[in-house]
């Protein structure tokens, strides 16, 4: 299956010259947010409003939340980003969505109005967007896509299962091409929760190669969407499958190694191993944050180095365990990236990209 | 197969429900609300493992248990290629009021509901309960969720990633869709009429249905070839509003096409019609000129949602399973609140338990977003 094109909505901008330009640019500090509860301030990586303001695309998307907006954005971009939006056809265009959270501000304000106001009195606009399948239905009202749309979710492997899935239908000519995308935001009460659950970094540094038995997080949000197609077509950035991964497997052989741990799964130490001995290995979730489906966008990244032939810097580059990180941004041949997430049993998912 | 619902804790009081033609429902009693719209609840117990405190969970289980013992299966699993595809509404959300209101008034709040949301993803549970290692995913597509999660698991199936899947799904009656549902004016206060001239809206309801689906050459391995099997699903997208289907229906009518061409039968060769059929004016309306179109003025239609309220995630999973029982049975239930053919609509319900004859049957399902499902459902000879 093909990456005929991609999409990105993150905290550093739109779009895939935004992704390259902060795979270049590295780490930069996150905002901070006062977060209800929390006795301090929590670092987070936000989606502006700048960047969510495209009258144009979201025409049809007005009354939408962050979840819908972030989504329709990615969505479309990624069908631009093809250069194969004229010759789509919309009645064989699937969308998958996953999510592990989905659209959580929204309906923690549809609670807002049953608890101010009564069972009897709740906002229907509120409630109809509180679906986590809303975001779907944006995609496909702005795309006008009338292939099946699914939006699924799962708490290690959201886009893992999108992607399988995805392949599926391609392969058994459901579809002629598959809008697959991930999403997931930030509000209040899951800062709280994250800022309860999980060990906020201080500095504002996610150290994925710490592999720390209790990681750091800087909570994060966006959306990234891939069009995926049979055979390759449009920009075409790389050939894409998700596989599995046993505990206690052999390492997986990769020309760049993407270890998915993000700070929210618990101990991280079980990566060690898994990355122990690969040629090369490289992190950029400290660009995007801790996402609960950051695999996609650690999937964007790994497309775009295939796709320069570029392997980007590690913008974290902490190694007390002495792996063969990318210290420097260089060029260079590389013929497939994997990206590698555990869940908290050890048992894993990748995402392999080949050029 | 294993089906809960307000029809019945099982499969075999479920037929025995249809068959009588009894309505069981009533006032809520799991929760307070100042709505008093009628609701169908399940009132079987529930004995599921008391670390899962969701009741969405717990019917699921229940369910889950009846369709290993009739597939001859046990609960472990491991060493063979298994999935799990659930759907669902209320159990992907994290809507505890309490917890929420704790938060807003205290800016603290305990963590348990966050850590039994956090573990209880509901194809991860049962991926779990039965020790599939193989891709499991929650369906969230509103009120065709566990439709669409058969459809995955059918091409989980057919393109070799699994010999067997754990699909279905389950929604319990809950506080936050009865708010949200009578937001939008859509609840009968009385018994639901699908179909009906003088219809006034659903009755919401919970429950599970659980299918086990197996690979043929995985099924004769084992000896257990089953007689009822998905013969194909179709989906499509209406592309057009969050909350209300296509007027012109082309979206539900490209689904179910595409489900028939997936079966390789013709429209004549369905014998019945398993509607999605809510009891609201917009969807019975529009999938009822759809099912005119594509089987005829002729075509048997029910909708068993006067038995079971909506349930939601569940109905989709719920629906196949009668449409399958259906045709082993040779008998569809009279279409519950069907009394008078409403001008709109070129066809009608059943109004009486009927016989059928046939291999194959179709369950439809349209919800929030514009998506469309299409189940054909056949049956072995």
């Given at each position: 299956?093909?990456?005929?094109?991609?999409?990105?909505?993150?905290s550093?901008?739109?779009?895939?010259?935004?992704l390259e330009q902060a795979?270049?640019?590295?780490?930069v500090a996150p905002?901070?947010?006062?977060?209800r509860?929390?006795?301090?301030?929590l670092?987070?990586y936000?989606?502006?409003?700048?960047?969510?303001?495209?009258?144009?695309v979201?025409?049809?998307a007005?009354?939408?939340?962050?979840?819908?907006?972030m989504?329709?954005?990615?969505?479309?971009?990624?069908?631009?980003?093809s250069?194969?939006?004229?010759k789509?056809?919309?009645?064989?265009?699937?969308?998958?969505?996953?999510?592990?959270?989905g659209?959580h501000?929204?309906?923690?304000n549809?609670?807002?109005?049953?608890?101010?106001?009564?069972?009897?009195?709740?906002?229907?606009?509120?409630?109809?967007?509180?679906?986590?399948?809303a975001a779907?239905?944006?995609?496909?009202?702005t795309?006008?896509v009338?292939?099946?749309t699914?939006?699924?979710?799962?708490?290690h492997f959201?886009f893992?299962?999108a992607?399988?899935?995805?392949?599926?239908?391609l392969q058994e000519?459901?579809?002629?091409?598959?809008?697959?995308g991930?999403?997931?935001?930030?509000?209040a009460?899951m800062?709280?929760?994250?800022?309860?659950?999980s060990r906020p970094?201080?500095?504002g540094?996610?150290?994925p190669?710490?592999?720390s038995?209790?990681?750091e997080?800087?909570?994060?949000?966006?959306?990234?969407?891939?069009?995926?197609?049979?055979?390759?077509?449009?920009?075409?950035?790389a050939?894409?499958?998700?596989?599995v991964?046993?505990?206690?497997?052999?390492?997986?052989s990769?020309?760049l190694?993407?270890?998915?741990?993000?700070?929210?799964?618990?101990?991280?130490?079980?990566?060690?191993?898994?990355?122990?001995?690969v040629?090369?290995?490289a992190?950029?979730?400290?660009?995007?944050?801790?996402?609960?489906?950051?695999s996609?966008?650690?999937?964007?990244?790994?497309?775009?180095v295939l796709?320069r032939?570029?392997?980007?810097?590690?913008p974290?580059?902490d190694?007390?365990?002495?792996?063969n990180?990318?210290r420097e941004?260089?060029?260079g041949?590389v013929?497939n990236?994997?990206?590698?997430?555990?869940?908290?049993?050890?048992?894993?998912?990748?995402?392999?990209?080949?050029h | 197969?294993?089906a809960?619902?307000?029809?019945?804790?099982?499969?075999?009081?479920?037929?025995?429900c249809?068959?009588?033609?009894?309505?069981?429902l009533g006032?809520?009693?799991?929760?307070?609300?100042?709505?008093?719209?009628p609701?169908?609840?399940v009132?079987r117990p529930?004995n599921?493992p008391v670390?899962?405190?969701?009741r969405?969970i717990?019917?699921?289980?229940?369910a889950?248990?009846?369709?290993?013992?009739?597939a001859?299966?046990d609960r472990n699993m491991?060493?063979?290629?298994?999935?799990v595809?659930?759907?669902t509404?209320?159990?992907?959300?994290?809507?505890d009021?309490?917890?929420?209101?704790?938060y807003?008034?205290?800016?603290?709040?305990?963590?348990e509901?966050?850590?039994?949301f956090?573990?209880?993803?509901?194809a991860?549970?049962?991926a779990?309960?039965?020790?599939?290692s193989?891709p499991?995913v929650?369906?969230?597509?509103a009120?065709?969720?566990?439709?669409?999660a058969?459809?995955?698991?059918?091409s989980?199936?057919?393109g070799?990633?699994?010999?067997?899947?754990?699909?279905?799904?389950?929604?319990?009656?809950?506080?936050?869709?009865?708010?949200?549902?009578g937001s939008?004016?859509?609840?009968?206060h009385?018994p639901?009429?699908?179909?009906?001239?003088d219809?006034?809206?659903?009755?919401l309801?919970?429950?599970a249905?659980v299918?086990?689906?197996?690979?043929?050459?995985?099924?004769r391995?084992?000896?257990?070839?089953?007689?009822?099997?998905?013969?194909g699903?179709g989906?499509?997208?209406?592309?057009?509003?969050?909350?209300?289907?296509?007027?012109?229906?082309s979206g539900l009518?490209a689904?179910?096409q595409?489900?028939?061409?997936?079966a390789?039968?013709q429209?004549?060769?369905?014998?019945?019609?398993?509607?999605?059929?809510?009891?609201t004016?917009?969807?019975?309306?529009?999938e009822?000129n759809?099912?005119?179109?594509?089987?005829?003025?002729?075509?048997?239609?029910?909708?068993t949602?006067?038995?079971?309220?909506?349930?939601?995630?569940?109905?989709g999973a719920?629906e196949a399973?009668?449409?399958a029982?259906a045709?082993?049975?040779?008998w569809?239930p009279?279409s519950?609140?069907?009394e008078?053919?409403d001008?709109?609509?070129p066809?009608?319900a059943?109004?009486?338990?009927?016989a059928v004859a046939g291999?194959?049957?179709v369950?439809?399902s349209l919800a929030?977003?514009?998506?469309?499902?299409?189940?054909?459902i056949?049956?072995?000879t």
């Amino acid at each position: 299956m093909n990456i005929a094109g991609m999409g990105i909505v993150f905290s550093r901008g739109r779009g895939v010259a935004a992704l390259e330009q902060a795979l270049q640019q590295g780490w930069v500090a996150p905002s901070e947010v006062e977060v209800r509860g929390l006795t301090n301030r929590l670092s987070v990586y936000a989606v502006s409003s700048e960047t969510l303001a495209d009258k144009t695309v979201l025409a049809k998307a007005r009354r939408a939340d962050r979840f819908v907006r972030m989504s329709v954005l990615a969505a479309s971009d990624a069908v631009q980003d093809s250069g194969l939006s004229g010759k789509l056809d919309k009645k064989r265009l699937g969308v998958i969505i996953a999510t592990a959270l989905g659209p959580h501000v929204t309906t923690f304000n549809f609670l807002d109005g049953i608890i101010d106001f009564g069972d009897a009195a709740v906002s229907p606009t509120a409630f109809s967007h509180s679906v986590h399948n809303a975001a779907a239905s944006y995609v496909a009202m702005t795309l006008d896509v009338r292939g099946p749309t699914l939006t699924m979710t799962h708490f290690h492997f959201a886009f893992h299962e999108a992607l399988l899935l995805a392949g599926a239908w391609l392969q058994e000519k459901r579809c002629d091409a598959v809008l697959v995308g991930a999403v997931d935001e930030l509000g209040a009460v899951m800062e709280y929760a994250c800022g309860q659950k999980s060990r906020p970094a201080k500095d504002g540094r996610i150290r994925p190669f710490a592999f720390s038995s209790s990681p750091e997080t800087v909570p994060g949000e966006g959306s990234v969407f891939f069009l995926l197609t049979g055979e390759p077509a449009g920009a075409a950035y790389a050939d894409v499958v998700s596989g599995v991964f046993e505990p206690g497997a052999s390492p997986v052989s990769a020309g760049l190694m993407l270890p998915d741990n993000f700070g929210m799964s618990g101990d991280e130490s079980r990566y060690r191993d898994a990355v122990a001995g690969v040629a090369r290995a490289a992190s950029y979730v400290p660009v995007f944050g801790s996402i609960m489906t950051g695999s996609a966008f650690h999937a964007a990244a790994g497309a775009l180095v295939l796709k320069r032939q570029m392997c980007y810097a590690c913008p974290v580059q902490d190694n007390p365990h002495g792996v063969n990180i990318c210290r420097e941004t260089v060029a260079g041949p590389v013929d497939n990236v994997v990206c590698l997430r555990l869940d908290c049993r050890g048992h894993g998912k990748t995402i392999c990209l080949k050029h | 197969m294993g089906a809960v619902s307000a029809a019945g804790g099982d499969i075999s009081e479920t037929l025995e429900c249809f068959a009588a033609g009894r309505r069981n429902l009533g006032k809520v009693t799991l929760f307070p609300s100042s709505l008093d719209y009628p609701v169908f609840e399940v009132h079987r117990p529930l004995n599921g493992p008391v670390r899962y405190k969701s009741r969405t969970i717990q019917l699921v289980l229940a369910a889950l248990d009846e369709a290993l013992a009739g597939a001859r299966l046990d609960r472990n699993m491991s060493g063979r290629r298994v999935g799990v595809c659930m759907g669902t509404t209320v159990a992907s959300q994290l809507n505890d009021i309490d917890f929420y209101q704790s938060y807003r008034r205290d800016g603290a709040a305990p963590m348990e509901p966050v850590k039994s949301f956090l573990k209880g993803n509901l194809a991860e549970v049962v991926a779990a309960e039965v020790q599939a290692s193989g891709p499991a995913v929650t369906v969230v597509n509103a009120c065709s969720s566990s439709a669409d999660a058969i459809g995955a698991a059918l091409s989980w199936i057919r393109g070799g990633i699994c010999d067997l899947v754990i699909a279905g799904g389950g929604d319990e009656l809950n506080r936050i869709p009865l708010c949200g549902f009578g937001s939008l004016s859509v609840f009968s206060h009385k018994p639901c009429r699908p179909y009906d001239r003088d219809r006034e809206g659903l009755n919401l309801g919970e429950g599970a249905g659980v299918l086990v689906l197996e690979s043929e050459e995985s099924a004769r391995m084992r000896g257990a070839m089953s007689d009822v099997f998905v013969a194909g699903y179709g989906a499509a997208c209406d592309a057009h509003h969050l909350t209300a289907p296509r007027p012109d229906g082309s979206g539900l009518e490209a689904a179910v096409q595409h489900s028939l061409r997936e079966a390789g039968i013709q429209p004549p060769e369905v014998c019945f019609v398993n509607a999605h059929g809510t009891a609201t004016r917009d969807n019975d309306k529009v999938e009822g000129n759809v099912l005119a179109r594509v089987f005829g003025l002729d075509a048997k239609v029910l909708s068993t949602k006067g038995y079971t309220g909506h349930t939601l995630g569940a109905a989709g999973a719920l629906e196949a399973i009668f449409t399958a029982l259906a045709l082993r049975e040779g008998w569809i239930p009279a279409s519950a609140g069907f009394e008078n053919k409403d001008d709109e609509i070129p066809i009608g319900a059943v109004r009486e338990k009927t016989a059928v004859a046939g291999q194959y049957a179709v369950s439809t399902s349209l919800a929030f977003g514009g998506n469309n499902a299409s189940l054909v459902i056949g049956r072995r000879t």
